[in-house]
């Protein structure tokens, strides 16, 4: 069972690169996010999406860009990075997006330094 | 603003201790609250409560939510080595057709041997 499959796992990038930190879920999903956690602030919600073709905003939106072309991929671009987003990625997915019945369930991160 | 606040932020005990973590919370459509477990890596669920005043358990670990006063409590008691982690408390907001989970900023526990 490969559950939420994150890759990479390590990144360094240098201030101004793009990348795209992936994410692929095989449990057929509807339900798919992307949290940052930094030190002190526990997660907080970036993108999410309740089924392929859409997307909308969370909580810290700004120099994120996704897509869900298809159920099992939620990609999560940084179109230009700085230092303010070295932290850990996590991308999360819950069967529906009522998740209240049914919780979420983690990748195993990205950690990403911007240098 | 929705908010979820946990107390302590971090917490050093001795194996066979009991502990208390507390999440409090405002936050407008409720729908639930999850607590989850994160040691190095991802998080793991422990305990979804969406009722007042019923306790759910696992083993040492139990969970109750209050939700006229908007907390909820972890309780771990004989504490062993293992159970050192970061706790998190989440709650799931029904916003529009969809929904969100909101973080609380975590306790870090330590138990000693």
């Known amino acids: 069972n490969a559950g939420v499959t994150q890759t990479p796992k390590f990144q360094v990038l240098k201030t101004g690169q793009s990348m795209t930190l992936q994410c692929a879920q095989d449990?057929?999903?509807?339900?798919m996010s992307w949290y940052r956690q930094d030190p002190g602030m526990g997660l907080r919600l970036i993108h999410y999406s309740v089924g392929a073709g859409i997307t909308d905003q969370g909580e810290v939106p700004n120099g994120y860009n996704v897509s869900r072309s298809t159920t099992e991929d939620f990609p999560l671009r940084l179109l230009s990075a700085a230092p303010s987003q070295t932290s850990v990625y996590f991308c999360?997915?819950?069967?529906?997006?009522?998740?209240?019945?049914?919780?979420?369930?983690f990748g195993n991160g990205t950690r990403l330094t911007v240098t | 603003e929705d908010k979820v606040v946990q107390s302590p932020l971090s917490l050093v005990v001795h194996e066979g201790d009991t502990v208390t973590l507390n999440c409090s919370y405002e936050?407008?459509?409720?729908?639930?609250l999850l607590w989850y477990k994160q040691e190095k890596k991802a998080p793991t669920f422990l305990f979804m409560l969406t009722s007042s005043g019923i306790e759910k358990k696992s083993g040492r670990l139990s969970s109750i939510l209050d939700k006229k006063e908007l907390f909820s409590i972890l309780n771990i008691t004989a504490t062993q080595t293992g159970d050192s982690a970061v706790y998190l408390c989440?709650?799931?907001?029904?916003?529009?057709?969809?929904?969100?989970?909101?973080f609380g900023q975590g306790t870090t526990l330590q138990v000693k041997p």
């Open positions: 989440a709650v799931f907001k029904r916003s529009s057709n969809t929904g969100k989970l909101i």
């Open positions: 449990m057929n999903h509807e339900y």
């Open positions: 936050v407008t459509n409720f729908r639930s």
């Open positions: 999360a997915s819950s069967p529906s997006y009522s998740s209240y019945n049914s919780p979420l369930h």
